[in-house]
Nanobody, 121 residues
Framework: QVQLVESGGGLVQPGGSLRLSCAASGNIFNIQTTSWYRQAPGLQRELVAEIKSEDSTYYSDSVKGRFSISRDNAKNTVYLQMNSLKPEDTAVYYC???????????????WGRGTQVTVSS
C-alpha cells in the first residue's frame, strides 16, 4: 500500500507565502507524476500543478508565476511553494500521485487527505 500525507497548510494573509509538502510512503517502486489539486467550497476539484518523473512541470493559469512545484526524490516528497497568495487561493489542497508499487504491474492513483489553506486578512 501507498500513503500520501500533506502538510504545511494554514492561515496566511494576502500576499503571504506557504509551502506545502506531500510525503509518500509505503511499497513504492516508482512515482510517475505527483500533482497538487485544490477544492474550494462549492467548486469542483481543480489541478493546480504537477511534476513528472522527468521533472517536467505544469501549472494552471491561475497560479502560474506564483506557485512552484519541486521534489526531493530521496525523501519521496513533493513541495508546493505558494507565493503572493490571494483570497481566491483558499481551498483544501490535495496531493495525488501515480505510483507503481514494488512487484506491481501497473501504475495506480493515490490521494492524500488534504490540507486546508486559508488566505484572509
Amino acid at each position: 500500500q501507498v500513503q500520501l500525507v500533506e502538510s504545511g497548510g494554514g492561515l496566511v494573509q494576502p500576499g503571504g507565502s506557504l509551502r506545502l509538502s506531500c510525503a509518500a510512503s509505503g511499497n513504492i517502486f516508482n512515482i510517475q507524476t505527483t500533482s497538487w489539486y485544490r477544492q474550494a467550497p462549492g467548486l469542483q476539484r481543480e489541478l493546480v500543478a504537477e511534476i513528472k518523473s522527468e521533472d517536467s512541470t505544469y501549472y494552471s493559469d491561475s497560479v502560474k508565476g506564483r506557485f512552484s512545484i519541486s521534489r526531493d526524490n530521496a525523501k519521496n516528497t513533493v513541495y508546493l511553494q505558494m507565493n503572493s497568495l490571494k483570497p481566491e487561493d483558499t481551498a483544501v489542497y490535495y496531493c495525488n500521485a501515480n505510483v507503481l508499487e514494488s512487484g506491481g504491474h501497473y501504475y495506480a492513483d493515490y490521494w492524500g487527505r488534504g490540507t486546508q489553506v486559508t488566505v484572509s486578512s
